[in-house]
T-cell receptor, first 115, second 112 residues
Framework: AQSVTQLDSQVPVFEEAPVELRCNYS??????LFWYVQYPNQGLQLLLK??????LVKGINGFEAEFNKSQTSFHLRKPSVHISDTAEYFC?????????????FGTGTQLKVEL | DAGITQSPRHKVTETGTPVTLRCHQT?????MYWYRQDPGHGLRLIHY???????DKGEVSDGYSVSRSKTEDFLLTLESATSSQTSVYFC???????????FGEGSRLTVL
C-alpha cells in the first residue's frame, strides 16, 4: 500500500525567504505525485504534478518540486515566499487500481509566512 | 474553476440519524470522490466512482455508502450518523482519473 509522509506539520518563515516543504512517499509501483494547497475555509487546489518526464516540475505561484526516485521524495520549494502563500500544503501520491487511480494524501504542512 | 457544488455546506445532526451529502458537477468528468478531512489525518478517501453506477471503497468506508445514478451527481450517505463522523467532507472530480482533482468547497458536518 502506498503512503505519504510530511515530516513538518508547521513551517514558519519570514517573507521573501526561501522555503522547502518535505514529502516522502512509499509505493511498490510507479506513481504520480502531486502537491495541493488549501487556503482557509476553502477546498484544495492543485499546485503542481509529476506524471513523467523531467524530474523538476514547476507549478503555479512560483512553486516547484523535484522528484527523486532513489530517495522516494518530492519536496516542494519556493525561492521567495509572500504573505499570501500562508496556507496548508498537502503532498499526494497516486497509483492505479482497477477503477482508476486512488490518491493518498499526507497529513499536511501549515506554512506560515511572517513579516 | 471547475463547476462543482456541495450541499449542504453546513449541517448539525444527532447521533443515529441518517444524513445525505450531495455533490453536483457541471464538467461531465468521469471520476468523482468523497474525502473527509480531520486534524492530524489530512484527507482520507471514503468512496470514489469511476462511472455511473460504478463505485469502490476507499480507506475509511465503514459507515458510509454512496450512489451515482447519473454523471453529474454523487451522493454520500451516513445511514446512522455517529460522533466520529463529525468532519469536513470534500467532494472532488477528475477527468483523467490520474490524480488531478478539482475540489468542492466542503461540507461541515457536526454529529451531536
Amino acid at each position: 500500500a502506498q503512503s505519504v509522509t510530511q515530516l513538518d506539520s508547521q513551517v514558519p518563515v519570514f517573507e521573501e525567504a526561501p522555503v522547502e516543504l518535505r514529502c516522502n512517499y512509499s509505493s511498490s509501483v510507479s506513481v504520480y505525485l502531486f502537491w495541493y494547497v488549501q487556503y482557509p475555509n476553502q477546498g484544495l487546489q492543485l499546485l503542481l504534478k509529476y506524471l513523467s518526464g523531467s524530474t523538476l516540475v514547476k507549478g503555479i505561484n512560483g512553486f516547484e518540486a523535484e522528484f527523486n526516485k532513489s530517495q522516494t521524495s518530492f519536496h516542494l520549494r519556493k525561492p521567495s515566499v509572500h504573505i499570501s502563500d500562508t496556507a496548508e500544503y498537502f503532498c499526494a501520491v497516486s497509483d492505479f487500481t482497477g477503477g482508476g487511480n486512488k490518491l493518498t494524501f499526507g497529513t499536511g504542512t501549515q506554512l506560515k509566512v511572517e513579516l | 474553476d471547475a463547476g462543482i457544488t456541495q450541499s449542504p455546506r453546513h449541517k448539525v445532526t444527532e447521533t443515529g440519524t441518517p444524513v445525505t451529502l450531495r455533490c453536483h458537477q457541471t464538467e461531465n468528468h468521469r471520476y468523482m470522490y468523497w474525502y473527509r478531512q480531520d486534524p492530524g489525518h489530512g484527507l482520507r478517501l471514503i468512496h470514489y466512482s469511476y462511472g455511473v453506477k460504478d463505485t469502490d471503497k476507499g480507506e475509511v468506508s465503514d459507515g458510509y455508502s454512496v450512489s451515482r445514478s447519473k454523471t453529474e451527481d454523487f451522493l454520500l450517505t451516513l445511514e446512522s450518523a455517529t460522533s466520529s463522523q463529525t468532519s469536513v467532507y470534500f467532494c472532488a472530480i477528475s477527468e483523467s482519473g490520474l490524480g488531478e482533482l478539482f475540489f468542492g468547497e466542503g461540507s461541515r458536518l457536526t454529529v451531536l
